[in-house]
Structure formats: C-alpha cells, structure tokens
C-alpha cells in the first residue's frame, strides 16, 4: 500500500469519536480510517477521552427491576451477527462496500458531464454522499463550497494544485477553497465525496444543471 | 459481587463475562455503568423513559458482543462509551453508524497482557487528567461528547461565540495533551 498523505483533521477525527456528524462523513471517516492506522489510532484516542467524560459524568439511577429486564434481553434477543466477509483486493474497504451494496462493479453511475460520473449514496443528516469517476487526464469542474466537503481517492490519483491525492488520501474543502482537481493520467480515478451544503459550480451551464442533477 | 478497588480491573469482569457468561461480574459492570450510560443518553437529549430502554439494551450489547472485547486496544469505559454513542446515533438521531473494517492482520487470539495493563493505564492518567482541568474546560469536552451537538448549538447553549469555543476546546485538549506527557 501506498503511503497515505493527507489525513483527516483532528477536530473532524474528534467529532466522528463523539457521534455527531452526518452520516455521509461518518461513511468517508469509516472508509479513510479502514486504510489508514494514523487516523484509527487517533480516533482510538479521542474514543478513549469519550470513555472518560462517561466514566466521570453524571449517573441517572436506573429502573428498580432493570438487572432483571436487561437479562431478559439477553436472553431473548439473537446471540450476534455474523462478521463481515473479507474481500481480497476490494476497490472499496467494507463500510462503503455496505453503502453501495458491494465493490467498485455494483456502483450505478449516472453521467455527469464531461467523461465525469458519479453516483448518489443514501445517507441521513443533512449531508450528501456520492461517488466520483473522473477518466484519466480529465479535470472535474472547477467548483467553490458553501460548506465543508471531503473527498477520498478510492482508486488512481488527481492533483490539486501543488498536492497530489492518491488511494487513501483526504481532501478537505471549505468555503474559502476554490479548488480543480484533475485525475492523473493512467486508470480512472474513483473518489468518495461528503459535503455538508450543495456546491457551487462556476459554469453557467452547470449552474442549471445543477439542481437536475442532484450534486 | 461489588467494583473493583482498582478501576482498571473493570476488564477482568468483562473478561469474566466473555469466557464464562458470568452474571456476578454482569451485575457489577451494569451497576457501575448503566446509570452513567443512562445519564449520557439524557444529557444527548433523551426521555428518561427512552434512556432507560437504551441503557439495557448497550449492556445487552455488551453480554452479546464480549467474544469483541481486547483489552488490548480499548478499556472498558471506552467499549462502553462506543456502544453508548453507536446507540444514540441509532435510536435518537435515526442514523446508522458505518464501522471501520478490521485491521487486516486482524485481533490477535492472545494478547500481551502488559499491552493491556499499559493501555488500562493510559486511560486511567486520561480520566485523572480531564478531572484536572479547569471547571470550564472539562465542561467544554464533556459537551462535545455529551450532547447531540455541534459547536453551533454549544455557542447557543452558552451563549459564548463560536471562535470562543472552538479555541477554548483546542485549549482543553492542549493541557489534556501536557498532563498526558
């Protein structure tokens, strides 16, 4: 594996550690933290801080029979679930594997223009979810956020600006961030995008376009 | 059965419940735990009615999942805290909480024990760091954890400005980082 360059935030890793996110960015950080140990070790931690606030916070007595109930349960509820099944060389590591319903070759894709499609996940909380395939040498266009939007480089690699973001690699965007990816010649790039507001792209034309589309 | 003198041996009573399906060491853990989850769910916004449901069903997840607990990556406070959190996330905020895939070389059958006894440690210094902490301060992580909030909604709630708390948090975890070192 590569090495992986560009991780997430700290204040992000913190946010997903508490559960206060929208799920489309709990599906990117679940995906990016599935290949990268930096960012899992990080999370642990913040994890680990989140055991301590309940260790030391504050109890509320619970219900005179709620031992007995609570066995009760136990007893009537299914044992467990079954383990994920391990794919070997999946595009997709298993949570977005959950999300599409399975690898890179399940993935529905619609046109989006210019070479480039994308397909639309189905996430609640306000915040969209969608796959991206860019073909070698193309560039996406050129958009500005209202919000924060994440994209994860699944396969292949695009340049922004002076970085490079390959398989593993986060981009984060926000409002003041006007950027242009291009895919990098070689195999179509595939990258997962969370964003919490719709973007805002410059040419008129997808200007239109853009609430036909749903991007 | 009563709490260990020692906190870090909550894992012991986990360990007991895995391998045993004991439901002394079962009755200790849910009589230290499943206020603070209950708690915790309330203070995310909860009835009580709902918290109480929720809190019995995090510590049946934790008889169900025990074969998943190793000591050796997480203490017990925060599996707990993990399940709590992926409860709320389920059944208040009606989302599901995607979880990362296992590390390829995959949970080791047996652990080093001193692994785990410095990972129990670790937790300990953490939990005696954040009692540390200015009153303010503590209050801050305890509601970035706590609530169903963003710091949006905790400006609102103390009518402080946003760049306030999100500098004051940074500061929080700062002198968390130090006390740590």
């Not at chain 1, 599906?27 to 989140?50: F, K, Q």
Request: negative net charge.
């Amino acid at each position: 594996m590569t090495k992986i360059e560009h991780h997430l935030s700290e204040q992000m890793l913190m946010a997903h550690a508490a559960g206060t996110l929208p799920e489309a960015f709990d599906v990117l950080i679940a995906t990016h933290i599935s290949l990268c140990d930096t960012c899992r070790v990080l999370l642990e931690t913040y994890e680990t801080l989140g055991g301590a606030v309940l260790d030391a916070g504050e109890e509320c007595a619970m219900g005179s029979d709620a031992l007995t109930a609570t066995l009760a349960r136990i007893e009537a509820a299914p044992a467990d679930v079954p383990a994920r099944p391990r794919i070997r060389d999946a595009v997709f590591p298993a949570p977005l594997r959950d999300y599409v319903g399975g690898d890179a070759d399940a993935v529905r894709w619609r046109p989006l223009g210019g070479g480039v499609r994308q397909a639309r996940l189905k996430t609640a909380g306000g915040a969209t979810l969608r796959l991206l395939n860019i073909p070698a040498g193309t560039a996406v266009p050129d958009h500005g956020h209202r919000g924060t939007e994440l994209t994860l480089v699944l396969q292949g690699a695009f340049r922004d600006a002076d970085d490079r973001f390959a398989r593993g690699d986060v981009e984060t965007a926000n409002a003041d961030l006007h950027h242009h990816p291009v895919a990098e010649a070689g195999v179509d790039c595939i990258c997962l995008a969370a964003t919490d507001a719709p973007l805002k792209f410059d040419g008129l034309i997808q200007r239109i376009a853009q609430p036909f589309l749903g991007i | 059965m009563t709490a260990p003198k020692d906190p870090a041996d909550w894992t012991a009573y986990v360990i007991r419940i895995r391998d045993h399906r004991d439901r002394a060491a079962f009755a200790a853990v849910f009589a230290h735990f499943a206020p603070r989850v209950k708690g915790f769910l309330m203070g995310s916004g909860a009835s009580e009615s709902l918290a109480e449901e929720c809190a019995q069903e995090v510590m049946a997840t934790l008889w169900h999942k025990a074969h998943l607990f190793d000591p050796k990556r997480a203490a017990v406070s925060t599996w707990i805290y993990t399940i709590a959190r992926n409860k709320r996330i389920d059944a208040i905020r009606k989302q599901r909480r995607p979880e990362p895939e296992d590390l390829p070389w995959g949970p080791e059958a047996d652990p080093a024990p001193e692994d785990a006894i410095a990972l129990q440690q670790e937790t300990e210094r953490l939990k005696t760091a954040l009692d540390t902490l200015p009153e303010t301060q503590r209050a801050l992580i305890q509601s970035a954890y706590f609530g169903d909030q963003t710091h949006t909604q905790i400006a609102l709630d103390t009518g402080l400005p946003l760049g306030t708390i999100k500098s004051r948090l940074r500061l929080a975890l700062e002198r968390l980082r130090h006390a740590m070192q």
